[in-house]
C-alpha cells in the first residue's frame, strides 16, 4: 500500500534552516508528484509547493519563494523540503501528499512533522 | 491567487443531522475543488474530489456539489465518526485551500 514515511520533529532557532523529509513506498517514486502542505498550530492547510520526482522540476508558492526548496533522492525514494530563514511564524506541521496524476489534489498523506521555531 | 472562503467557520450538530458546508472561491474554479476531513494530531483525508466524486472507501452519506464559484459538502446523517474539521481545496491554479469548518457535538 502507498506508504510516505516523514522525518521527525525539529526544533530550530530563529534565522536558521529547517529540512524535513518524506521517504515513499507502495508505489512508482517517479510517477507521481509530491506536494508540501503545512499547517500551522490551530490553523488551515497552506500549499507550499510541488516536486516532479522524475525530472526533479519544481513549483513554489509565491509565500516561499526565495526560502524553500524541495528535491528528491530517487535511490531512496525521497523528497525533501527545505526552508530557510525560519522566523516563529514558520511554526507548523508540515506534510508530504501524493498528488493524483497531474491534479493538485492528494489521496495520500505523511503522517506530518511538526517543526517549532523558537529561540 | 484564488482565495477560498468556507462557512460557517464552527457548526454545532447532533447525531442524524443533515449538515451542510459552502465553500466559495474568489474567482471561478470550474469543478476543480476538493473536500478532506481532519482529525485532531491526523493528516488530513480525501473525501472528494472534483465536486462530487466520492474517493473511494468513503460512505455515501458525504456528497457534494456546485460550480463555478459555489460549492457545498453535505452530510446527509451525522454519525458520531463525522465530528472533525473539513476543508475545501481548489486546484484550478495551483492549490488553495478554505479555513476550514469544525463540525462539534450540540
Given at each position: ?16 534552516s529547517?529540512?524535513v ?11 507521481y508528484?509530491?506536494?508540501w ?9 497552506e500549499?507550499?509547493?510541488?516536486i516532479?520526482?522524475?525530472?526533479a ?15 528528491r ?16 511564524e514558520?511554526t ?10 497531474a ?17 | ?18 449538515v451542510?458546508i459552502?465553500?466559495r ?7 476543480w475543488?476538493?473536500w ?12 472528494i ?9 468513503v ?18 446523517s451525522?454519525?458520531?465518526d ?12 495551483y ?12
Amino acid at each position: 500500500q502507498v506508504q510516505l514515511v516523514q522525518s521527525g520533529a525539529e526544533v530550530k532557532k530563529p534565522g536558521a534552516s529547517m529540512k524535513v523529509s518524506c521517504k515513499a513506498s507502495g508505489y512508482t517514486f517517479t510517477s507521481y508528484y509530491i506536494h508540501w502542505v503545512r499547517q500551522a498550530p490551530g490553523q488551515g492547510l497552506e500549499w507550499m509547493g510541488i516536486i516532479n520526482p522524475s525530472g526533479a522540476s519544481t513549483t513554489y508558492a509565491q509565500n516561499f519563494q526565495g526560502r524553500v526548496t524541495m528535491t528528491r533522492d530517487t535511490s531512496t525514494s525521497t523528497v525533501y523540503v527545505e526552508l530557510s530563514s525560519l522566523r516563529s511564524e514558520d511554526t507548523a506541521v508540515y506534510y508530504c501528499a501524493r498528488g493524483v496524476g497531474a491534479t493538485y489534489y492528494f489521496q495520500h498523506w505523511g503522517q506530518g512533522t511538526l517543526v517549532t521555531v523558537s529561540s | 491567487d484564488i482565495q477560498m472562503t468556507q462557512s460557517p467557520s464552527t457548526l454545532s450538530a447532533s447525531v442524524g443531522d443533515r449538515v451542510t458546508i459552502t465553500c466559495r472561491a474568489s474567482q471561478i474554479i470550474s469543478t476543480w475543488l476538493a473536500w478532506y476531513q481532519q482529525k485532531p494530531g491526523k493528516a488530513p483525508k480525501l473525501l472528494i474530489y472534483k465536486t462530487s466524486t466520492l474517493e473511494s472507501g468513503v460512505p455515501s452519506r458525504f456528497s457534494g456539489s456546485g460550480s463555478g464559484t459555489e460549492f457545498t459538502l453535505t452530510i446527509s446523517s451525522l454519525q458520531s465518526d463525522d465530528f472533525a474539521t473539513y476543508y475545501c481545496q481548489q486546484y484550478y491554479s495551483y492549490s488553495t485551500f478554505g479555513g476550514g469548518t469544525t463540525v462539534e457535538i450540540k
